[in-house]
């Protein structure tokens, strides 16, 4: 699986921004996909997944309430809508893939892509 993140970009505190990741080269919907994301100078953390049929989600407690992960397997597309934004939530997003799961550890996943800048300013 090919997956291409974008949607990044710098927004004011309060604002909103919606990231998206195409893939490509397999069957999309055997696959769960995830967000993670990385600031500088820290691990990566897990934001949000999302069953292969978008049944089930998880959400790290840190973006509950504020970002939603959603699918659309017929454009080969997962999304994550992040609202309220704030400083803290400044990262590289990175979308992942993982056959028949949605876990919330990195090393679940098989498939990563190349990330995208998100820059909240206070």
């Known amino acids: 699986v090919q997956l291409q993140a974008s949607g990044g970009g710098l927004v004011q505190a309060g604002g909103s921004l919606r990231l998206s990741c195409a893939a490509s080269?397999?069957?999309?919907?055997?696959?769960?996909m995830g967000w993670f994301r990385q600031a500088p100078g820290k691990e990566r953390d897990f934001v949000a997944s999302?069953?292969?049929?978008?049944?089930?989600?998880y959400y790290a407690d840190s973006v509950k309430g504020r970002f939603t992960i959603s699918r659309d397997n017929a454009k080969n597309t997962v999304y994550l809508q992040m609202n309220s934004l704030k400083p803290e939530d400044t990262a590289v997003y990175y979308c992942?893939?993982?056959?028949w799961g949605w876990g919330r550890q990195g090393n679940e996943y098989d498939y990563w892509g190349q990330g995208t800048q998100v820059t909240v300013s206070s």
């Open positions: 992942a893939a993982q056959k």
């Open positions: 999302i069953m292969w049929g978008g049944e089930s989600t």
């Open positions: 080269g397999r069957t999309f919907s055997n696959y769960g």
